[in-house]
Structure formats: structure tokens, C-alpha cells
């Protein structure tokens, strides 16, 4: 009888090719794919029915690079199923209630499952009890998440990288400490050995919601824009606290604060430069793009005012991608972060880098611009004049309120800190929505536009 | 489960597409402001080299040693030098180094230690010692007199008298390194336990220091004997045993034919350098012709498939040329070593911008050229800013000068006061630190830095370079080196221009007729490939690489 490891190995590659090039949670240019195959197994359950086993799905491209993807798949004698192998069919396992419950059990019981060449590793920070019902969690993109009975969620990485997902960092460090406004951390499962160490999902709380952020700007511009002013506020002050508490513990080698090296700057303006660069060489000829069509040079030297040697303030842990849409508004009235995982399509150790905690603050800037023009592009309303101005300095009042400031320079610094990273935000929200969403390309041209012309 | 694979994917073969940096700890970074650099110094450059793309990083030799030969006199192989830090701080910059899936690996020298070393001392005090052994003793120093001798500048002969022990002793370098006597096999399982000794605290692996030379016989040149290769070999299957994806390569500067029997057929060290080439390369450019390197291209016989060459330009040691013909030495030296302080030994112990009169087109075509061939490029500290070096201090000390971080004081190396420094760091008006430093050329989108940075992540993105094959072409111009390298899908021309006027050259594509040319820095694809020679036109010392690709894909 042919293991659980071998079935799924064996699993034919046109059949997987189809299925993981139509998930949502494939992250990868589906052109340039050579090959798609099940190159390990981890096993969950090997006898009885269905089988179980975490499949390790190898993306290979054309240049001979690859990405790994996790893929727990259930096996069940007979037809059906996305693929079929030797008699069984198989099928993608988190859409079976029972093994989502099985699979939060072995998190409970901090379970050790050791297969050749590696092991299962579940573990819990205080107890759970797996219960239904189970449900998908709406809208995920690069994860696969389902609630259990409204009060768990298991979040599940699809992507494979080598080490430790910086959510299941962070979130376990915000949680130690008891930082209230995220949804705390209460188990996870891990791999360890061959092919790699590998965190393969968590499980935190479910946290009851009134709104997202972004939901909230909008409808507050929608109803002419002063209820949303307070709720930023507050906002600011939240995320100045969080910045705080990742920057408390200079023991912890992997949270400690830590003093720019004297290249660092340069660090940061050299990698910029080079994307506007890249991102202005391939511009497109269109008209939303005519306000900064030729302007790259002009944008390269204002990036070396902005990036000017002064003080950069203290790396330190922080959240990545931090935008109206991560944070929510709870039944509680508070602000609740989520979704610590850091930038999206960036390789696991850059996101678990150290950076300059103003990197989150301009994110979030750049989301106030982002719900402005929204409110503009997608239900024609008219921000209220110096809605987006109001929003950002009480954002940041708050902020500067309650953020550790050994951690931020003091202005003129921190503006032009302030004034990289959102340049830096801009070109990648260029880059992304040139690539996904052309209409919305007029909002981070505005944004370099503003940062082109505006005075020193 | 080793720790040290835990940020990695598992992947035996990584050095084979991998980016090396070669690190002299002293001269890179001072952590703590006594003028030297040291351990923490390294770690807190780790995001430099993240950015650069630098895949592993080696280390000059890091352990406690009187200092006489830069450190590869060893007085104790178990700790690191206290100038450098501790065990801890080097297990720290290793895991901190793992976390941006950067490797590291470091010189071991296995010929021979300090003559400070406890096992000699204690070697030489009677010869009834039980370490007595553990060297090469003889009441004669006119033994194996077919054996060369290495540093020629500095020492008569390979044997040296000891009044205290009342022999002479066996060194094939200075007189202070006496050679360990492998034919004992405690010496042989105690460099067996020094391996594991670093393996465990998660090195990724070594650069054997003159292995050529751990055996000797009489009536031989004492070099690459049979039983190197089998000590070399047993090492490696204890390597292999217990610690997965670890790397061991070979200082062997021998001719190709010798070089290969380092990596037995798979089973010895997995990497050697290509020493053969390197100064055929500095040659081609003078004499502007490629002959030079197709030739040790040719004579170089191909590697088993789990092995790898580690390409270099330059390194911490002069410029060898004790593989080359009389006359090609001569002409080497008449080309790059004009003032005869920068002759030392066998070489030219000068860094890759003055040895290339700081021309920019120069250097990045030397780049090119090395980042075609086959093998892993491994990268000199401070080449990538383009440092110069001082041929007036001593040994090869001019090229191991401190890193230039900035404009500041000291070249930003460290906040010691200057004379504290351990070598005085360059401060003319073309190589000094106010000019060449790192954190100018970040900000300087045309500099060589950036340059290089560009480079390097554009071979990373193609692992042809590192596992494909290397097929030569014949231009119709003698001055153009150009090569196909090929690897599952990917086909790349690699097409370069030696001389320092515009070229025109004819390539002979037909097999690839059908094919275009897609230049790999800007996509732009040229026209398509015939049946008839291919013209290409170069600028001075101009280069091309090429993907080929299908017409259809638009």
C-alpha cells in the first residue's frame, strides 16, 4: 500500500498545474511557469480515510527559479476531486469542516507529528477547543483563512519560505505583552527539517467588526466628512503604542532597536532611485500617466533633497504593510491591527527586516490619499476641501502623542523621512496598479506629483 | 534538525548559482572603536551585502594567531582572535547572516600552524613529546628537494633549523608556519574535530588553505600526492555525514589538469578556484586578445555535476603568476607591476582598480567577462567601489586596507582616533576614501556600486550562469571572447570586446537560426538569427548578453 507521501507525490502535473494556477491565493505570473509538482509531502494522517498530508507544490519558471507552495490536500478512494492518483481522488482539505477541526485539535493538543527527513509542529499559548462551524473568511488573497465557530481564525500561508513568518513573530510578541489592539495569537504549526523550516499557519481570534478603515473613510466622505477626523486620531495614537511595544525589548535580538549604520540612508535612497528608474524606463504611453511622463530625472533629484543625510530615528519591527485596509474598527470602539505578514511579493527576510517605524505612517498617509480619490473615482463624491490634510495631521498628532521618540527623528527630519517613504509608497502603488488596476493609477500619480512640486 | 539550515531551502548544490564576497574581518568595519575591525563590525555590514547580493560570505582567517602571515598562521584552532571578538559574537554574526539568507564560510588553513601554537611548543620541547609527531621532523634539511619553494622573497629553503628541538622542521611557507605531519592520524582526526567544531556552531563551510601540499614523498615536488586526495576525501564523507548542504573548497593553485583531482569524481571538495584563468584574463585585456582564455578554457577539463569553480578577479594574495610561462610572466609584470615595489613572490599585489589604471569601462568588462564563465564569482572587499591599494606597506598589507564607508573621518571604518587605526586607510586624491566610499556611490546612480549591484542581481536572476553549460564560439575578430551558455530552457550569449577601439566581429549562429537576441539589461530584442554569420559592433571594451529567445514571444 503506497503511502500518503508517495500518493501525493505522484499526483499528476497537469491536474495540480490546473488547479494551483487557478487559486486565488497563486501568487505567481502564470506565463512563465515550466512545471508545477508535489516535490514533498508532510503526512497528517496516513491510515483510514481521507488520507492527509500537506503537499509542498514546487512552481518552477522558465529561468529555472522556483517557488514553493502549501497545499494541504485530503485523499478519498474514487473519482472526483481536482486531481487523481492511483485510485484516489484528491481535494483541497481546508474545505472540509472536519479536518479544518482536526487540523486546530493537533494545535491544541501542541502536537508532534515526525515524518522522514522532518516533523509537524503544533503548538498553543494558552488552550483552544475546536469547535464548529466553520466558515471561509471572505476576500483573502495570498492566504487561505477560515473561522471557527466566530471566535478562531486559522490563517494558512500559502507561500513557502524558508524560516519564520514575521506574523507568527510579531503577533506572539504583541500578544506577551498584551497589546490590546490586535487579534491575539493563540496557536500556530510549523515544519521543521527537509526541504524546509517552514511556518505553515497560525491561529488567532476572531475579532468581531463594525468596519474596516477603508470602509469607514469612505463612508464618512460619503456623508461629508467630519466623524472619520476623531476616529484618526486615535488611530495615530494606536499606532504609535504598537511601534512602541515591537521597540520594548532590547534583549531580544530579533526586536531590539538598532542604530542606523551611516550608509543606511543612502541604503534606502539607492533602492528608490533604482525603482524609478526601473518604473519610469517602462512607463506606458496613457493619458493618466501624462502629469509625470519624462519627469523621472526630475524625480531622482528631488528624491536626493528628501533623502539628504540627517537623522533616520531607530529600526525596529514593524508592521510593513500598514494601510486603512489592515486596520478595523470594533464593536469594542477601537482599532484593531491586522495582518502582520509585511509587504506583499518581498522575500521573507526582507520582511522581517528592521526599518524605520515611519515607514507605517506613510503608508497609512498614503491611504488617506488613496480614500480621498476613491471617494472621487468610485462614487463620484467629492472629498470635502482639506479633508485629506485634516486626516493626516491629526493621524499624526496622535501618533507623535504616544510613540516612543527615541524611535523618530525630530523634524526637519522626520518630514523628509516622512516625504521618502511615502515617495517610496507611491512607486510601488504606481507599480502595482499599472499592473492591476489602470484606473486607480491617477491616485499615486497625484502622490508623486505632489511630492515633485512641492517646495522643499 | 541543524539550525543552520533554518532560514534556507534545502539545496546541496547552492555555491554552484551562488555570489561569494570574500571578507578580511579586520579591515571591514571597527564595532568598538579600537581601530581595528572585528565581528560586530561584519554583522552590522550584513545589510550592505543583503543589498549588494552577496549569497555567502567568506572570512579571512579568524583565530587567535601572532599575526605574522595576516592570520594564516594558526595558534589556536578552537577560538577567535580577541581583536576579532569572541565564539559567541562570531555565532551571533553567523545566525544574524542566516536571516538574510546569507551563508559564511571560513578559511581553515590544515597545512600547517603558528610555530606559536601549543601543539608546536610543546612539539619542539623534547623529542619524546607526545605532539613530537605531530610535525615534520629530520636531522637534514636535504629532504624532498624536489619540492619549490613558495615565498621566495622571504625564505631559503622549506626546512629550518629548531636549536630548542635540535632538528630542522618541515614548512612550505614562512619558517614561523611549520607544516603538520598528516601521515600521523591524530593529526588527522584532530583537524577532523576542528571542522565539526565550527560545523556546530553553523558555518556553511571552508576555504581549505593550501591543501596541495598536507602530504609529502620523496622523489616527488611534494604537491597534490595521492593521499591528500584521500584525506581530502574522508573529510568530506564526515562533512557530508552529518551536516547537509555545507561547502568545502580548495585553495589549489595548480595547472587545470591538477586543479580537477581536487574534486575527485564528486566525492572530495565541492569547489576549487580557477586559479588557471584569472591571470589570463588580465593578459587577454592587454594584449586584446581572447586566445589566452579560450586556450586554459579548453585545457580545462569539465567538473562532475555536484561540483563547482569559484571564479575570482582578485583576492587578498598578489596576483599569481606561478601559473603561467616565463615569458608570460614577464609580460605580465612589464603591463601591471611598472614599479618593481609591486612585485612580490611569484605576483603583482595590486587591487583591481589600479591594476586596471581605474578605468570604469575596464573594470565593468573584466565584471562581465567573469560573471559569464562557469563557476561561482567571488567578490574582493572594497572592489566593488573600486578601492585602490598603497604598495607601500608591506607583504600584501596594500590591499588590505580598511573598507571605505563614507567620506568621513577614517573612511567612516572607525570612530578611533586615526593613529590608532591598524593600517593607515588610502587618503590620495583618486583611490582615497573622501573619493571612493560607499555611501557617495549609494547615492550616485551611475557609479561602479551601482553598477555592480545591477549586475549581480541580474545573474542571480539566471541560473544559467551558474548551471549551464559553457560552449566557446569563434568570432571572426580575435579580440571579441564570446561563449554560449546554455541550461534547461535558457539559452545566453555572452559576447565581449577586448580592445579599447570599436570592434566589429561575425559570429557563426546557425544553430540557433530562427532565434532572436534579447540584450539582457534593457529587453531589447535585436534582429533575428540566420543561417549566415551574425554581425555584432562593439564600443570600446563594450560587452553584450543575450537571451535567446523564440521570435513569437512579443
Known sequence: ?456 | MSEAGHWFESDPLWFKHAVFYEIHVRGFFDGNADGMGDLRGVTDKLDYLEWLGIDCIWLLPMYPSPLRDGGYDIADFYDIHPDYGTVEDFRAFVDAAHQRQIRVIADLVMNHTSSDHPWFQEARSSPESPKRDWYVWSDTDDGYPDARVIFVDTEPSNWTWDPLAGQYYWHRFFSHQPDLNYENPEVQDEMLRVLRFWLDLGIDGFRLDAVPYLYEDEGTNCENLPRTHEYLKRVREEVDASYPDRVLLAEANQWPEDVVEYFGEGDECHMAFQFPIMPRMFMSLRREDATPMYEILERTPSLPDNCQWGLFLRNHDELTLEMVTDDERDYMYAEYAKDPRMKLNLGIRRRLAPLLDNGRDEIELMHAILFSLPGSPVLYYGDEIGMGDNVFLGDRDGVRTPMHWTGDRNGGFSTADFAQLYLPPLMDPVYGYAAVNVEAQLRTPTSLLRWLHRFVELRKQHPVFGLGTYEPLEPSNPRIFAHVRRWEEEIVLCVHNLARTAQAAELDLAEFDGLVPEEMFGQTRFPPIGELPYLLTFGARGFYWFRLVEEAAA
Open chain 1, 1 to 456: 500500500m503506497t503511502s500518503v507521501r508517495e500518493l501525493v507525490v505522484a499526483l499528476p502535473e497537469e491536474e495540480l498545474r490546473e488547479f494551483v494556477l487557478a487559486q486565488r491565493w497563486y501568487g505567481s505570473k502564470s506565463d512563465e511557469v515550466a512545471s508545477v509538482r508535489a516535490v514533498d509531502a508532510f503526512p497528517l494522517r496516513e491510515e483510514g480515510e481521507p488520507l492527509v498530508a500537506v503537499a509542498v507544490v514546487e512552481v518552477r519558471f522558465q529561468s529555472g527559479t522556483h517557488d514553493l507552495y502549501n497545499v494541504p490536500v485530503g485523499l478519498r478512494r474514487g473519482a472526483g476531486g481536482f486531481a487523481s492518483v492511483d485510485g484516489w481522488a484528491a481535494f483541497d482539505a481546508l474545505e472540509d469542516e472536519q479536518l479544518v477541526l482536526d487540523l486546530v485539535g493537533l494545535i491544541g493538543a501542541q502536537a508532534t507529528l515526525e515524518h522522514e527527513g522532518g516533523s509537524l509542529q503544533f503548538g498553543v499559548v494558552d488552550g483552544v477547543v475546536a469547535a464548529g462551524p466553520v466558515r471561509a473568511m471572505g476576500a483573502e488573497q495570498s492566504n487561505t483563512s477560515v473561522v471557527l465557530d466566530e471566535t478562531l481564525v486559522l490563517k494558512l500561508y500559502r507561500k513557502l519560505e524558508a524560516g519564520v513568518n514575521p506574523e507568527l513573530e510579531l503577533l506572539r510578541f504583541l500578544t506577551e505583552r498584551d497589546f490590546p489592539a490586535i487579534a491575539s495569537l493563540q496557536g500556530w504549526a510549523v515544519h521543521v527539517g527537509q526541504p524546509l523550516d517552514a511556518t505553515l499557519a497560525i491561529l488567532q481570534d476572531f475579532v468581531p467588526v463594525r468596519d474596516d478603515g477603508w470602509a469607514l473613510a469612505l463612508k464618512d466622505l460619503e456623508a461629508g466628512g467630519d466623524g472619520f477626523v476623531g476616529l484618526v486620531r486615535r488611530l495615530g495614537e494606536v499606532t504609535g503604542a504598537m511601534h512602541s511595544v515591537l521597540a520594548s525589548d532590547a534583549a531580544d535580538p530579533a526586536f531590539a532597536p538598532e542604530e542606523p549604520s551611516g550608509e543606511a540612508l543612502a541604503l534606502i535612497v539607492a533602492r528608490i532611485d533604482e525603482e524609478i528608474e526601473q518604473v519610469f524606463n517602462s512607463l506606458p504611453d496613457e493619458p493618466a500617466l501624462e502629469p509625470i511622463a519624462g519627469r523621472g530625472d526630475d524625480l531622482r533629484g528631488r528624491l536626493q533633497e528628501i533623502g539628504q543625510s540627517g537623522s533616520l530615528g531607530r529600526l525596529i519591527r514593524h508592521h510593513g504593510d500598514y494601510h486603512l485596509g489592515q486596520v478595523l474598527w470594533t464593536e469594542n470602539e477601537d482599532w484593531v491591527v491586522l495582518d502582520f505578514e509585511g509587504e506583499p511579493a518581498r522575500p521573507l527576510r526582507e520582511r522581517r527586516h528592521k526599518r524605520s517605524p515611519l515607514r507605517d505612517v506613510a503608508g497609512m498617509l498614503r491611504s488617506f490619499s488613496y480614500a480621498a480619490s476613491a471617494s472621487e473615482l468610485e462614487y463620484g463624491v467629492e472629498p470635502p476641501p482639506g479633508w485629506e490634510g485634516q486626516v493626516r495631521s491629526e493621524f499624526l498628532a496622535g501618533y507623535l502623542a504616544k510613540v516612543d521618540p527615541a524611535l523618530v527623528p525630530a523634524d526637519p527630519s522626520l518630514e523628509r523621512r516622512l516625504r521618502l517613504f511615502e515617495l517610496e509608497k507611491a512607486l510601488y502603488e504606481l507599480h502595482y496598479e499599472l499592473g492591476h488596476r489602470p484606473d486607480w493609477v491617477r491616485v499615486p500619480v497625484a502622490g508623486i506629483l505632489q511630492l515633485l512640486d512641492e517646495p522643499a
